[in-house]
């Protein structure tokens, strides 16, 4: 198992591929730490944490509040002495307008939201991570890969999110700590399923053509899993890639080559 005995901390579980992210860890060997706002949704991934065997410590945070996510480490430390990884995948939607156009204080607000708070959680997991020789991986996204309208403001957020993950590596990796990210393209879950679902309805289509005409753009005709992420962002937290550190890792399915 790539995770056997570890400790994951997953900063930011949603439905979709965080969920994957926790019950993927569990399946591979990790004990969780699951953080989030929604405090449900933490008691029903934990749930299924424990149905994989094993344990998992859900803490409601506000990730963009520094001394709740201060408490969140506290927490894990306090529940099983060490964290092994540290995945980011939190997120907040950065505004959609051309940069010509954005509301500047807007776009202000996703930075923050989107790369200081990243970067927070990151420098309070730190000692930590030092500790255990431990690993960090940050979800970023294939928006980095184009410059299409209207994700200019999108683009500026998750390149800033990049240089973070790129930075810490050269600054962390003396210390034993590596930082890496993963940039998914499109994720078949269920926000993408309902976003596919109102396009075909506004187009007078079947919501498999929608799926069709995306798919036909990567290589191997068709979008990636949330386990399929999940999975690549488990290698990157795992011995496995031990050697690797300052990588960021596309995966999806081929839509765009780097």
Same mark, same amino acid.
């Given at each position: 198992?790539?995770? %056997? ?17 926790? =019950? $993927? ?9 699951? %953080?989030?706002? #929604? ?7 934990? +749930? &299924?944490?424990?149905?994989?065997? /094993? ?24 529940? *099983? ?15 959609? $307008? ?5 509301d ?17 959680? @990151? ?21 980095? $890969?184009?410059? /299409?309208?209207?994700?200019?403001? *999108?683009?500026? =957020?998750?390149? +800033?999110l990049?240089? =973070? ?5 050269s600054?962390?990796?003396? &210390?034993? =700590?590596?930082?890496?990210?993963? %940039?998914?393209g499109? @994720?078949?879950?269920? #926000? ?10 506004? /187009? +007078?289509?079947?919501?498999?053509? @929608? ?9 191997? /005709? ?7 992420? %999940? ?10 890639? $031990?050697?690797? #550190?300052?990588?960021?890792l ?9």
């Amino acid at each position: 198992m790539l995770l %056997a005995e570890k400790v994951l901390l997953v900063a930011g579980v949603g439905p979709g591929l965080g969920q994957a992210i926790a =019950v $993927r860890a569990a399946q591979h060997g990790a004990d969780l730490v699951l %953080a989030a706002r #929604t405090g449900s949704l933490l008691t029903e991934v934990a +749930g &299924k944490v424990q149905a994989a065997g /094993r344990r998992a410590l859900a803490v409601p945070t506000d990730l963009t509040d520094d001394a709740a996510v201060q408490r969140l480490v506290d927490a894990a430390l306090g529940e *099983y002495g060490r964290v092994d990884a540290l995945v980011q995948n939190a997120f907040a939607m950065p505004p959609m $307008r051309s940069l010509g156009k954005v509301d500047l204080d807007e776009l202000r607000s996703g930075f923050d939201a989107n790369v200081l708070a990243a970067l927070n959680t @990151i420098r309070l997991c730190t000692p930590a991570l030092i500790a255990s020789g431990g690993a960090v991986v940050v979800v970023n996204s294939a928006v980095l $890969r184009h410059s /299409r309208r209207p994700f200019g403001p *999108y683009k500026v =957020v998750k390149a +800033g999110l990049l240089a =973070v993950a790129q930075n810490l590596a050269s600054e962390l990796g003396p &210390k034993g =700590v590596r930082v890496n990210s993963v %940039a998914p393209g499109w @994720i078949w879950a269920d #926000t993408l399923r309902a976003w596919f679902a109102y396009q075909a309805a506004q /187009r +007078g289509v079947p919501a498999r053509q @929608i799926y069709d005409e995306i798919a036909a753009a990567t290589d191997l /005709r068709r979008l990636p899993e949330p386990e399929e992420v %999940a999975d690549a962002i488990l290698f990157l937290a795992s011995d496995l890639a $031990r050697g690797i #550190t300052g990588a960021c890792l596309d995966v999806n399915c081929g839509e765009f080559h780097h």
